[in-house]
């Protein structure tokens, strides 16, 4: 959608009919001051923060108020020295969080995305009650997820089942799915359903007249149309679980190996004042999620352009 | 995206008259009940909350409708072993600042994104995008260091300065979708007619401007609002611990045993002034957020 929005710029010309060279560095001029603002606060509150964890990463923890360069010595820590147990346990638990909440929240998005874009009646209500689980805080969804989940809890009693959710690895990793897709899953189907409120009504009804069934429809139609806005909510919802701490925090606090990427940085860096091999954590962090939002955008986009020159 | 400007898709389900009774019913009896799964889905757990608040011994009473509702959870909140009324004024403060920061720096850089034209635009809207997704941690320790440094744990500016990191991208997000759909050549016209440029940005630009403006505020604040993690970090007592904090610091009488009617009750409190800015705001903050494509 950034695109969009660039290109929109482009054909909208600027305020004056006259668009000579001289206007467009003026133009360009202003815009440039303009962001400036923009650029001076973000480079203080995120580029310095971010050179700062690589240069106390690269450094030893002061043990006598002292700090040394160390190289890559925290890496090697963190991947296959001491660290390794309790980083690899977290990575591999954040990846399968990943795997499997999006997959899900996809799912179950695009279905209400669906019936949404068909409701004409309720729809304000049911949009009103979408925006619900979002406005919501995840510290307080934590809590309340929680609650649900005790052992006498409302979650039991509706399933009439007899599971200790917070006192195992899986049941907890199912218990963060839950309360996680629960909060963003109606999110997704908002983004989805803007994307299929672009499809124009006539390119069903000349499916229709052309003999298409409504499976054709949604598969030859719908998805290929809807894919991009997908993407988008795929990319989003994939960035933002990586880098998952609230929810895990509150519910399970890391108990039965339910540490995320996130949650082990915080404690290394602030609990256990260990800035340096805290910072090491949070960039391997930053490093994965800038890898996989990369690989996943270019797997996505280059099937988006196959699907295409294939219709 | 311009999902607002495209007209409200032609009826499809306009079916011939002819067409059976019986395939009406099995195909908009189908439709309610995903509408009805839909609402039941999103609202019950925030139903359960609100009912949990309300009984006096949640964990014994687990009924769908509290028996003899009370109100003695929402006093607990405010008692003075929670004193939530400290945290509801810091959030207030943190996430207005916050936004009203955001916002009077983030209108300069939306309005030259939604309507100048320079070489860079797609990048400078790249990079604001990987800033609206930045994984807070990455920050955190230095961000902690440097307020620690200066002594300012436990006080507002951590906060609200490290908010900005995330809060910033967001506003220009929605704000440059907001901008981009705006009628600007209303502010010509208003010049033809005789408007001096102060009339004509008075009287045509700001109305016009506001409603955008006010929508992104309304997401950036709540973005602000819900943030745990940062607030967590910079603050250690009741005088600048926002509510997501305090909420997940409530203790009660034991140790060991949470008071979830508390908890609930601080959760009402804190979830309920929201969800009727978004039932009053709901179809413009879905446009900020859909045409942004940013979470809050």
Redo the contacts between chains.
Sequence with gaps: ??????R???V????GPAQTSEG?RA??R???W??I??GI??AV??A???V??IW?SLHSDARFGTSRFVGLDNYIRAFTGTGADAFWSAFVFTTQLTIVTVILELV?GF??A???????R?R?????????????????A???????F?P???VN?VFNTNILWTASHWSSFWAIVIADT?K????I???V???L??I???V??AAKVDGATALQSFRRITLPLVKS?VI?ALL??M??V??I??LPF?LTNGANNTET??TI??KE??QQVH?SY??TL??I??VY?IIA?FLVNSLARADVVKTASRG | MATTTAPPRPAVDARPASRPRRGWLRENGLLLLGVAFIIIYCLAPFYWMIVSSLKANPLLDQSLWPQDPTLVNYQEVFSGENNFQYALRNSVIIAGTTTILALLIGVFAAYALARLNFRSKKLVLGVILAAAMFPLIALLTPLFQLFSNLGWIDTYPPMIISNISFTLPLAIYVLTSFFSEMPWELEMAAKVDGATPGQAFRKVIIPLAAPGVFTSAIIVFIAAWNEFLIAYTMTQTLAAEPVTVAIAKFTGVSRFEQPFGTIMAAGVLVTIPLVIVVLIFQRRIVTGLTAGGVKG
Excluded: C, H
């Design positions: 959608m950034a695109t969009e929005t660039v929109r710029g482009r909208r010309r600027g305020p467009a133009e360009a202003l815009a440039f303009l962001l603002p923009t606060v973000l509150i995120i310095y923060p971010v700062r964890a106390l179950i279905a209400m669906l019936i949404m874009n068909k409701a004409f309720g304000g209500l049911v949009r009103a009650s979408v925006l619900v689980p979002w406005a919501i805080p995840t510290a307080v934590a809590k309340l997820w929680e609650w649900n005790t006498d809890g409302v009693q629960w963003t899953a109606p999110f189907a908002l983004l359903l803007a994307g409120q672009i124009p009504g006539e069903y009804e806005a988008v989003f919802r960035l933002d990586l880098r701490f609230d509150i990427l996130s940085a915080y860096a602030i800035p805290g910072s949070s960039t962090t930053f999620i939002a």
